[in-house]
Nanobody, 122 residues
Framework: QVQLVESGGGSVQAGGSLRLSCIAS????????MGWFRKERDGVAIANQE????FYRDSVRGRFTISRDQAKNTLYLEMDSLKPDDTGVYYC???????????????????WGQGTQVTVSS
């Protein structure tokens, strides 16, 4: 089993920034792909663990950056130039199957965190 715990959500005005964090614990050695989702099969950004390739939904490309600190088992989402449409709950997810393209943004993932709220006001 893998446990995921998110943090870093909050309320900002449009144009502001937030940084989300997700700490993974448990059998993390089997994780091949991690990402940030609005809900199941609705990915925002994902990162393949083996080669660090990243994929983004069109609406956030150029504004959001996904990254990880392997030593800390932590996944990040740097969110810049936030818009009111970015408002929602953001979930961290992980899976043992690699993610090799944007198609994986709509794939099912096995492990989920509890979510963190992001609110962007205009």
């Amino acid at each position: 089993q893998v446990q995921l715990v998110e943090s870093g959500g909050g309320s900002v005005q449009a144009g502001g920034s937030l940084r989300l964090s997700c700490i993974a614990s448990g059998y993390v050695g089997n994780i091949a792909c991690m990402g940030w989702f609005r809900k199941e099969r609705d990915g925002v950004a994902i990162a393949n663990q083996e080669n660090d390739m990243t994929f983004y939904r069109d609406s956030v490309r150029g504004r959001f950056t996904i990254s990880r600190d392997q030593a800390k088992n932590t996944l990040y989402l740097e969110m810049d130039s936030l818009k009111p449409d970015d408002t929602g709950v953001y979930y961290c997810a992980a899976d043992t199957t690699p993610c090799t393209g944007t198609w994986a943004l709509a794939r099912t993932f096995a492990y989920w965190g509890q979510g963190t709220q992001v609110t962007v006001s205009s």
